[in-house]
């Protein structure tokens, strides 16, 4: 805990982010060293890009092509969307996109509420046994959500909740991190903007409302990019505690397709890119916020 | 009559007794006021995390089945059986094999990809996307993916392995090569996470540190070997430690690169987790062994609380 609660201290307190420079002083523009350091950047980005691409490149293959072997980029027989055409025509693939949309925003909504709510107790409020709760929830951090499923899965039957979205959802909701991450936030909010609002009568649910919630809002935001991608990409939780087709998010459910498609290829790549779609796009979008997001909330995400 | 110097809270009453139990009540108040605003939070804490914890325990020293059937108490019996099962050892074994393999190229590469980005080189919105972006991905498409490019006949890993004049290997469908497709694998999908935890704590270095190294006549090299290195190292054993514990957790994209078969040279710990518990409806070995696991995770952030202290005190 020590070097993680360095690290955040060290992300989360640097005051303007540095001004980026456009090279090393000292540097030559068009140095030796510069050029070696683009071209090895422009190896290492394309080795990473390729395998993204060629799947893209496969979706958009007729299956003939795609199990012809053949390594070019384009099939034989021309480009064609025949592959997203079979996969959009089939039901499934919109109920678990939207499953997972929706049941994703769900377990970011309520997870990001508990916490906040439970981050300013901490911060800010004075109760009989703050210390040694604060202790052990920042200890259960160290607890991997794999070591419990049986135990979860368990509770799941007993509250008759296998094959609900609340099934799904709640035991998501759970984020000791967070609340560690949001309390060292909160805590450095000056006291005196609260002060203020406690002379006037505010109640306590009124000020983080209106004055601690307003001015927490690029931390709240790292946080809910962090929980949602987490939730997103799920895979162990909801492929042990779904069964019903129907109810299935998008990970459990492209994964029961594989075996039924069998070597149509070009098939499950298109299904692949289309799974892959929607959090390129808010990547795209929301480059900073989520690249900042991970840097803070990086070390809760383990 | 009293009167209270403070001047916001002054109040002015006849009884002296009025003081104290007002302070008491606005006490309890705040009492009252923290449980509620902790609520929502504890009882989520409580219900799916402290109870299953305990609810583990418990279970791990009984014959519960997922069927509902036993659940007698059997004492240290999982426990004595876990540790004499050669299955559970090949696990743990596998595991930890992945651990290593995966962890150095995912630190290596991803220092590699944040000290050529920081070097302001323009394109910076490109350079991320392409690191970063298979973070993204789910585990399924993922495993997709590299299934397809695996393919031992039509698949592209081979293409380029011909391209360089070597033999075609059969990737995950050999036992000798199937942990080595993982690991490629993972470190394609997850790198990315470590490249921007590098590039943030890189980007934390005050700039002036290079200026007066330039002004000293310190090039690039020397810049990032006496200034940027050395001061990556909290960072450092932080990632080191995030990614020993995200490789020991193996299971989702080995599982789903292998079709759900189980092959004894890429079964992980978690996967043993789930098969001796989903599979043969064990639940009370099955929980025995997660505590096993659990263990050995305790033992590593122990050890990583040990070396940073014992740095911590170097440093003073």
Request: net charge neutral.
């Amino acid at each position: 805990m020590m070097s993680t609660a360095t690290l955040t201290e060290t992300i989360t307190t640097t005051k303007p982010a540095r001004a980026r420079r456009p090279h090393l002083p000292g540097e030559k523009p068009f140095g030796v060293l510069r050029i070696s350091a683009l071209v090895v950047l422009i190896v290492l980005a394309v080795g990473w890009l390729l395998p993204f691409l060629w799947a893209i490149a496969t979706a958009f293959k007729t299956e003939t092509d795609a199990a012809s072997g053949d390594p070019s980029w384009i099939g034989a027989s021309g480009p064609t969307i025949e592959a997203f055409t079979a996969i959009l025509s089939q039901g499934n693939v919109y109920t678990w996109a939207f499953n997972s949309l929706w049941t994703s925003i769900a377990v970011t909504l309520i997870t990001l509420t508990i916490s906040a709510l439970a981050a300013y107790a901490f911060s800010r409020l004075d109760f009989t046994g703050r210390k040694w709760l604060f202790v052990a929830i920042i200890a259960s951090i160290v607890v991997p959500p794999q070591v419990l499923i049986i135990p979860l899965f368990y509770e799941m039957l007993a509250f008759n909740m296998i094959d609900t979205y609340w099934g799904l959802i709640l035991p998501q909701v759970v984020a000791p991190a967070m609340v560690f991450i949001l309390k060292r936030f909160f805590d450095a909010i000056p006291i005196e903007l609260e002060d203020a609002a406690r002379v006037d009568g505010a109640s306590r649910l009124r000020i983080f409302w209106s004055i601690v919630l307003p001015l927490s809002r690029p931390i709240l935001a790292s946080v809910a990019i962090f929980v949602f991608i987490g939730a997103w990409n799920n895979f162990l939780w909801p492929f042990l505690v779904i069964n019903d087709t129907t109810l299935m998010t998008l990970p459990v459910g492209l994964q029961t397709v594989i075996s039924a498609y069998g070597v149509q290829y070009a098939q499950v790549m298109a299904q692949a890119v289309l799974a892959a779609l929607p959090l390129i796009i808010v990547f795209i979008i929301f480059q900073k916020q989520i690249v900042k997001g991970v840097a803070t909330s990086g070390f809760g995400g383990q | 009559m009293t009167t209270a110097t403070d001047s916001t809270r002054t109040i002015v009453t006849g009884s002296k007794a009025a003081i104290p139990i007002r302070r008491a009540g606005s006490r309890n108040r705040e009492q009252l006021i923290s449980w509620a605003f902790l609520a929502p939070f504890l009882l989520a804490f409580v219900l799916f995390l402290a109870w299953p914890i305990v609810h583990g325990i418990i279970l791990s020293f009984t014959d519960q089945s997922l069927t509902g059937a036993g659940g007698s108490f059997i004492g240290f019996a999982n426990y004595a059986e876990a540790l004499t099962d050669p299955k559970m050892w090949q696990s743990m074994g596998n595991t930890v094999w992945f651990t290593l393999l995966s962890t150095v190229p995912l630190v290596v590469i991803a220092l590699l990809m944040a000290a050529l980005v920081d070097r302001g080189i323009p394109g910076q919105w490109l350079w991320r996307l392409s690191f970063f972006m298979p973070y993204l991905l789910a585990s399924t498409v993922i495993s997709q993916i590299w299934v397809w490019i695996f393919n031992p006949q039509i698949g592209a890993a081979n293409n380029i392995l011909e391209f360089f004049g070597l033999e075609p290997l059969a990737w995950l469908q050999n036992p000798d090569t199937n942990m080595l497709s993982i690991v490629i694998a993972t470190v394609w999908w997850t790198v990315g996470f470590n490249f921007l935890l590098y590039l943030a704590a890189m980007q934390n270095i005050p700039p002036q540190q290079y200026e007066a190294a330039s002004l000293d006549g310190a090039g690039p090299w020397r810049q990032f070997w006496s200034i940027t290195l050395p001061q990556l190292g909290p960072a450092t054993v932080l990632i080191l430690i995030l990614q020993i514990l995200a490789s020991l957790k193996l299971f989702d994209q080995a599982y789903q690169m292998l079709g759900g078969v189980a092959s004894d040279t890429t079964r992980s710990i978690v996967q043993y987790i789930y098969e001796a518990g989903f599979v043969s409806y064990r639940f009370g070995y099955s929980a025995a062994i997660s505590y096993v696991f659990f263990a050995l995770i305790v033992i590593i952030g122990v050890a990583q609380a040990l070396i940073t202290r014992r740095r911590k005190e170097s440093q003073l």
